[in-house]
């Protein structure tokens, strides 16, 4: 199924998921799409495995946490993150490296103070390798972290290749 890309959310500079200056880690961009999801794109290298050729499953975890959390900020005006409450995951399939992976998280239920959330990884053929569903908490990023938004390069990049569409 196609997914139009309606927005791009902020990356940092160090952040282990996002962080574009963090050379260990996943470097993941956050995409919005028309029906208020969120797909995050990565590529796996070998500093990411368990076994080898295998994405770890406490990356895979991380990724999902990430994405489900961020959700959240689909078309709010005030950025209100998601603290992870609970998480549960079903791991169905390796994960290889080298390819890229492709996430999505939604908003399944919300309220004043939590929200609960899905995801999935979703290998190049389309196959989903793990399945998760999450509760969080909403907070303030100034109330989770002292976060300098200018010291930690928090903002939207641009990349010739970002996409219109993503395919899952």
Known sequence: MQHKITGKQYNSKLCFICGLKNSSGLQASFYETE?????????????????????????????????????????????????TVELNLVYKKPIPLDQEVRVIGRITEENSRFFKGTGEIVLANGDIAVTAQGRYMKAPLAKIADFDPVVNEWLVVAKADDPEYIEL
């Not at 990724?63 to 489900?68: H, N, P, V």
Request: aromatic residues 6%.
């Open 35 to 83: 029906n208020k999801e969120l797909i995050a794109t990565f590529m796996p290298s070998v500093e990411h495995q368990s076994y080898p050729g295998r994405l770890h499953g406490g990356i895979a975890s991380a990724i999902l946490d990430e994405t489900i959390g961020r959700a959240i900020m689909i078309g709010q005006q005030d950025e209100i993150w998601g603290i």
